[in-house]
């Protein structure tokens, strides 16, 4: 793949002149941290005209993660955790999983599931299974490989959480006006077109699947603008989406997960927004393996990341942001992922 094609400042800027000639202002919701990311990289927000104003959703995993799952599993002493390194500095509600680490657990970073697999040939180790549609099918698989090896010392906290159910609950609130959804392109690949087309039909707006790249992203805010009064779903990354998603992965993830209520850090609980593993492979569920509990903790009343995830403000407009709050001294998980909007902000559009 030839990534310069999708970056051709003669192309982006043509598109970027012909958006000017739409006067109203209108308010683009980007769903992934991902795109909030690229988003901030290529400097697009400032590039595009005044009135088309984009801001950013919940899709960061890592920054939905309850805090007391944190703090639950420092509390195991006698098991390896594995995860993804984004997870390792975000506080919970005494201690982040770095700083249990530096104080004797043992927390390894990994780079997928089947490296936690490989770990877990000698020890008993748990592997905290978070992420949305994207990450989940490779978890279900190391699960299905762990079972098929009757290896008992693997488990999954399964944090695994949907985009569609959390995009019902953030249009169903009044408060929230936007015009329309810039889809993303990850979760899109697995699945598809057909989960979002209730968007329109509820709440009346359009959502645009778009690529990662800066002429993915403008061609995605050009579609919505043009279909504003036709709101309906539309994949402009059909390099990469099919309308049908991926059969495969919606198979194995049907296999191994059934779907649940989830809580969202600082958003709150959200029907059917969750999975949790099947009966079929309770073997491999940390949760019912290790007794791990959830429970409401209280956030640093002072941190904004529950609205900066609702899409109701912008990072700036946290009192914290770039003083208190900053990567080095994170006060909120937005500010510590690599796709945390605190993060993206911080890093690029200050
Ligand atoms: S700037 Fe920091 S404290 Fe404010 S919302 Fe973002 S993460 Fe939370």
Request: glycine share 8%; with cysteine; proline share 7%.
């Given at each position: 793949?030839?990534?310069?094609?999708?970056?051709?400042?003669?192309?982006?800027?043509?598109?970027?002149?012909?958006?000017?000639?739409?006067?109203?202002?209108?308010?683009?919701?980007?769903?992934?941290?991902?795109?909030?990311?690229?988003i901030g990289?290529?400097?697009?927000?400032?590039?595009?005209?005044e009135?088309?104003?984009?801001?950013?959703?919940?899709?960061?995993?890592?920054?939905?993660?309850?805090?007391?799952?944190?703090?639950?599993l420092?509390?195991?002493?006698?098991?390896?955790?594995?995860?993804?390194?984004?997870?390792?500095?975000?506080?919970?509600?005494?201690?982040?999983?770095?700083?249990?680490?530096?104080?004797?657990?043992?927390?390894?970073?990994?780079?997928?599931?089947?490296?936690?697999?490989?770990?877990?040939?000698?020890?008993?180790?748990?592997?905290?299974?978070?992420?949305?549609?994207?990450?989940?099918?490779?978890?279900?698989?190391?699960?299905?490989?762990?079972?098929?090896?009757?290896?008992?010392?693997f488990?999954?906290?399964?944090?695994?959480?949907?985009i569609?159910?959390?995009?019902?609950?953030?249009?169903?609130?009044?408060?929230?006006?936007?015009?329309?959804?810039?889809?993303?392109?990850?979760?899109?690949?697995?699945?598809?077109?057909?989960?979002?087309?209730?968007?329109?039909?509820?709440?009346?707006?359009g959502?645009?699947?778009?690529?990662?790249?800066?002429?993915?992203?403008?061609?995605g805010?050009?579609?919505?603008?043009?279909?504003?009064?036709?709101?309906?779903?539309?994949?402009?990354?059909?390099?990469?989406?099919?309308?049908?998603?991926?059969?495969?992965?919606l198979?194995?993830?049907?296999?191994?997960?059934?779907?649940?209520?989830?809580?969202?850090?600082?958003?709150?609980?959200?029907?059917?927004?969750?999975?949790?593993?099947?009966?079929?492979?309770?073997?491999?569920?940390?949760?019912?393996?290790?007794?791990?509990?959830?429970?409401d903790?209280?956030e640093?009343?002072?941190c904004?990341?529950?609205?900066?995830?609702?899409?109701?403000?912008?990072p700036?407009?946290?009192?914290?942001?770039?003083?208190t709050?900053?990567?080095?001294?994170?006060?909120?998980?937005?500010?510590?992922?690599?796709?945390?909007?605190?993060?993206?902000?911080?890093?690029?559009?200050?």
């Amino acid at each position: 793949m030839n990534w310069n094609r999708f970056r051709q400042p003669d192309l982006i800027l043509k598109l970027i002149g012909d958006l000017t000639e739409y006067k109203k202002q209108v308010k683009f919701m980007e769903v992934c941290g991902s795109h909030t990311m690229a988003i901030g990289h290529w400097g697009l927000r400032k590039l595009l005209p005044e009135n088309i104003i984009l801001i950013s959703g919940p899709g960061c995993p890592v920054c939905v993660t309850p805090a007391t799952i944190i703090d639950s599993l420092i509390k195991l002493k006698s098991v390896t955790i594995t995860t993804f390194g984004d997870l390792m500095r975000v506080p919970g509600s005494h201690q982040n999983l770095e700083q249990a680490r530096a104080q004797g657990c043992d927390i390894r970073i990994v780079f997928s599931p089947m490296d936690a697999l490989k770990i877990s040939q000698d020890r008993e180790t748990i592997f905290i299974g978070l992420g949305f549609e994207t990450t989940i099918p490779g978890i279900a698989f190391s699960i299905v490989n762990a079972a098929k090896n009757n290896n008992q010392n693997f488990s999954v906290l399964s944090l695994g959480k949907l985009i569609p159910p959390a995009l019902d609950a953030l249009l169903d609130d009044k408060d929230l006006k936007v015009d329309g959804l810039i889809l993303p392109g990850h979760v899109s690949t697995i699945i598809g077109m057909m989960p979002y087309e209730f968007i329109p039909y509820k709440f009346g707006i359009g959502g645009v699947i778009t690529g990662f790249e800066p002429l993915d992203i403008v061609l995605g805010v050009k579609t919505l603008i043009e279909n504003l009064d036709h709101p309906r779903i539309m994949n402009e990354y059909s390099r990469v989406v099919r309308p049908e998603g991926n059969q495969i992965a919606l198979d194995l993830i049907s296999e191994v997960f059934e779907i649940t209520h989830a809580q969202w850090r600082g958003i709150g609980e959200i029907p059917d927004s969750g999975l949790k593993i099947k009966s079929k492979y309770a073997d491999f569920d940390a949760f019912r393996k290790y007794d791990i509990k959830t429970s409401d903790l209280e956030e640093n009343p002072l941190c904004l990341c529950g609205n900066v995830l609702k899409g109701k403000i912008l990072p700036p407009e946290c009192p914290l942001f770039a003083k208190t709050c900053t990567p080095d001294y994170p006060i909120g998980p937005c500010m510590v992922s690599s796709e945390g909007s605190c993060a993206a902000y911080y890093k690029y559009e200050r």
